[in-house]
């Protein structure tokens, strides 16, 4: 069943066109992964779905209609957006930035889960984010995510420039998410993506050129190699 379906999405942005008619189904369980080589489109799916850029084409959500709806809106229907600069404020607090992110009605806060997550960002608490090491960054814009009920989460290179320790502790954290909301996850690390993502989804240029269950592309060196440009004899193994 697919909770999120894209079609036909097409995005210009100064004055290129950099979506061409992206077609693909976000399942309602579980990780999907948005693959594909530098520059291919894959930030740019991401924030035409949560409306940060205008597009053509289709995105529904639960057969409703994002494409014209503003950020607030699609954000308010429960679409959690992790985005790939984490967008923490540097010069607050941890505490101050999970408190910007709380419901509003604040009782209904998910501090628990979220320090059970991450139990870091209750150690501190008091520390201003521009201090944290690039993993804590990362959880911090996770777990204010997860402060609020999502029916959705949409995660660009969680493990972008973290050490392998703290990118499988990311992921980890991730898939514990996932067992219970969906996640669109961007991600170049392809063992991470092996270990989180049943199906996979691969841009090539604007356009999607694989769609299919995350074991058979990796195990396919023609397709790493033409799609990620992955070059190993048996396909990816890690
Ligand atoms: N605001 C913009 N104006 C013009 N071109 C842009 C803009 N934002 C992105 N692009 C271009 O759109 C293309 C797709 O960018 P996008 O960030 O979606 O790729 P990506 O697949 O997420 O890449 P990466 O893996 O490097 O993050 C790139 O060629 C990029 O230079």
């Known amino acids: 069943m697919s909770l999120l379906e894209i079609a036909d999405l097409r995005v210009s942005l100064g004055g290129s066109a950099i979506l061409h008619g992206v077609t693909f189904d976000v399942a309602a369980s579980g990780v999907t992964a948005l693959l ?32 014209g709806l503003p950020t607030y809106a699609v954000a308010r229907l429960g679409i959690g957006y992790v985005p790939e600069d984490r967008g923490v404020f540097s010069a607050l607090t941890v505490a101050e930035n999970m408190r910007l992110a709380e419901p509003r009605d604040r009782a209904t806060a998910a501090y628990d889960y979220v320090y059970e997550l991450f139990p870091v960002l209750k150690h501190r608490a008091a520390q201003s984010a521009g201090t944290l090491s690039g993993g804590e960054q990362q959880m911090l814009a996770i777990g204010r995510i997860l402060l609020r009920p999502n029916r959705l989460l949409v995660v660009d290179e969680p493990t972008k420039g973290l050490s392998p320790k703290v990118a499988a ?48 592309l990796l195990a396919n060196p023609v397709l790493t ?9 048996n396909g990816v193994s890690s």
């Open 36 to 67: 594909g080589r530098n520059g291919v489109g894959k930030t740019t799916t991401a924030k035409a779905i949560l409306g940060l850029y205008a597009s053509a084409g289709s995105i529904r959500f639960d057969g409703r209609e994002l494409i």
């Open 169 to 216: 502790e990311v992921a980890h954290a991730l898939k514990e998410v996932a067992r219970t909301v969906p996640i669109l996850l961007i991600e170049q690390n392809l063992g991470v993506v092996r270990t989180m993502a049943g199906r996979s989804v691969v841009l090539d240029t604007g356009r999607v050129a694989h769609r299919g269950e995350t074991r058979d």
């Open 225 to 233: 190699n033409q799609l990620l440009g992955v070059s190993t004899a």
